[in-house]
């Protein structure tokens, strides 16, 4: 079973930078569509970007577009997101999650119950 362990959050000031990580267990290239997912206290979890298993196609939520970068480096089974201009309200838990090639797609790859596999989370505090 594929398991995926996050890490890099932290605090920042408005307008700091961080980048997360999420090493997998086994190898995701060809196989696995990866996303970031986010939870704010009392905030339904949102999609913040994917990114296909062929790493060609790239998805981000609007209110990230422009200061976050999904990658990926499939020779570490590790993906990342470089978060830039960071704002209060990018406040959350951040989770990493992965399911099965084929599910990549700007209407599908932001569907949480379609993820099979799950991070523990890593928390992201941005202070104004």
């Known amino acids: 079973r594929l398991q995926l362990v996050e890490s890099g959050g932290g605090s920042v000031q408005a307008g700091g930078s961080l980048r997360l990580s999420c090493a997998a267990s086994?190898?995701?290239?060809?196989?696995?569509?990866m996303a970031w997912f986010r939870q704010a206290p009392g905030k339904e979890r949102e999609g913040v970007a994917g990114?296909?298993?062929?790493?060609?196609?790239?998805f981000y939520a609007d209110s990230v577009k422009g200061r976050f970068t999904i990658s990926r480096d499939n020779a570490k089974n590790t993906l990342y997101l470089q978060m830039i201009s960071l704002k209060p309200d990018d406040t959350a838990m951040y989770y990493c999650?992965?399911?099965?090639?084929?599910?990549?797609?700007?209407?599908?790859?932001?569907?949480?119950?379609?993820?099979?596999?799950w991070g523990q989370g890593t928390q992201v505090t941005v202070s104004s």
């Open positions: 990114i296909s298993y062929s790493r060609v196609s790239t």
């Open positions: 086994e190898y995701t290239a060809g196989r696995y569509c």
């Open positions: 999650a992965a399911k099965p090639a084929g599910g990549c797609s700007e209407g599908l790859w932001a569907n949480d119950a379609s993820y099979d596999y």
